[in-house]
């Protein structure tokens, strides 16, 4: 696969760019993508950049039937001095391929993977947004395109990445969520597919979500599917707690997406020498710690927000406020290292991004 150029087919029409105050999330796109094919027994294939533009599909394809897909979500930043970052982008491409692995996709070669996305970038670089705190996303996915409506693995599949220029997420300032204790749906089940990154997923979590919004809250807190007695996630973030001085996240049971965020608070909050802990970490722990006034602050962590802090908690009818609805310090710190390694002011320690 290595060995394999990358067919460029560069547009004769270039869309006019967006004014930051009109980017949003993921609905303006470039004027490129990547696009690359598997067939059985011969691999993935064609690697190629094109114009960006609609596919055609047979109405048949088992994408369309059994939702055999898996997706990534990244993002590339620029630096003040005009440099392109990405951020731990190999996680991205590992974490695609345990996807893929759950899901019966083939994988792709992620070295690969990682060159296409820098040469579809380079062809882009001038979609990739400059104000204070936009990025351009990056939307890496595989889709099943066998047209067969038997229950199996597809034995045809495309892999494409699309980009997307991406407004701040917190235009004035980073600010707390609520957020509603989710205690009839669930996100995923032990032995399901919560650990991978799978459009199923998703779709299962909208019921709750439109619930929740219908109730004024941001997003829900999902509990575990068995019991629900046990924190699993926050909407489509991972979630950390403070309680009596100890940072805690559930630990990873296979229910749970890790991210890449996740992982990047766990490495920075041991390297600042501060007690993080990956353990179970039940509802009525939280309650208990909030009614003795040890819940000193809870967040979510994503690529999306990167960290998302957590004003109040709902579950049934008690009402939890942290930190008095405000930012606590070490989400405001997590939040301004991470962004400042991302967008090239701060040091970056780890080698975390990728030029
Ligand atoms: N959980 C879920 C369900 C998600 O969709 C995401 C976003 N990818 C995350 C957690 C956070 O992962 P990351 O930090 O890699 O964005």
Request: glycine share 8%; hydrophobic share 35%; with cysteine.
């Amino acid at each position: 696969m290595k060995e394999q150029t990358i067919q460029l087919n560069l547009s004769p029409e270039r869309k006019p760019k967006p004014q930051s105050e009109e980017l949003g999330f993921g609905k303006i796109f470039t004027d490129h993508m990547f696009i690359m094919d598997y067939t059985e027994g011969q691999g993935w294939h064609d690697p190629r950049i094109v114009p960006y533009q609609p596919i055609s599909l047979d109405p048949a394809c088992m994408i369309f039937h059994y939702g055999q897909t898996v997706f990534e979500g990244l993002k590339a930043y620029l630096t003040e001095d005009n440099r392109v970052l990405l951020f731990r982008p190999q996680k991205n491409f590992e974490r695609l391929n345990r996807s893929n692995e759950r899901l019966c996709i083939p994988p792709v070669d992620e070295e690969f993977a990682l060159e296409a996305l820098k040469q579809l970038i380079s062809v882009e670089k001038d979609w990739i947004p400059n104000a204070e705190g936009t990025s351009l996303y990056i939307r890496p996915f595989i889709i099943s395109t066998e047209p067969f409506l038997g229950v199996a693995p597809s034995s045809r599949y495309k892999f494409m990445i699309i980009l997307s220029p991406v407004g701040a997420y917190y235009k004035e300032g980073i600010h707390p969520v609520k957020i509603l204790v989710e205690s009839e749906f669930v996100r995923a089940v032990a032995g399901g597919t919560g650990e991978a990154k799978t459009a199923g997923n998703y779709a299962s979590s909208l019921k709750a979500q439109e619930i929740a919004d219908g109730k004024g809250y941001t997003q829900v807190l999902w509990l575990d599917g068995l019991e629900k007695k046990y924190i699993e996630e926050v909407g489509s973030m991972n979630v950390f707690f403070k309680i009596n001085g100890e940072i805690v996240t559930p630990a990873l049971n296979g229910s749970i997406l890790e991210g890449v965020t996740r992982n990047s608070v766990i490495e920075l909050l041991k390297s600042w020498d501060l007690p993080v802990t990956e353990r179970r970490l039940a509802m009525e722990e939280i309650r208990e710690a909030y009614k003795s006034g040890q819940l000193e602050e809870a967040f979510g962590t994503g690529t999306a927000a990167v960290i998302s802090p957590i004003g109040e908690l709902l579950w049934n009818d008690e009402k939890m406020i942290i930190n008095e609805g405000t930012t606590g310090p070490i989400a405001k710190k997590l939040y301004s290292t991470i962004t400042g390694i991302q967008n090239g002011k701060e040091q970056d320690p780890f080698n975390w991004t990728v030029e």
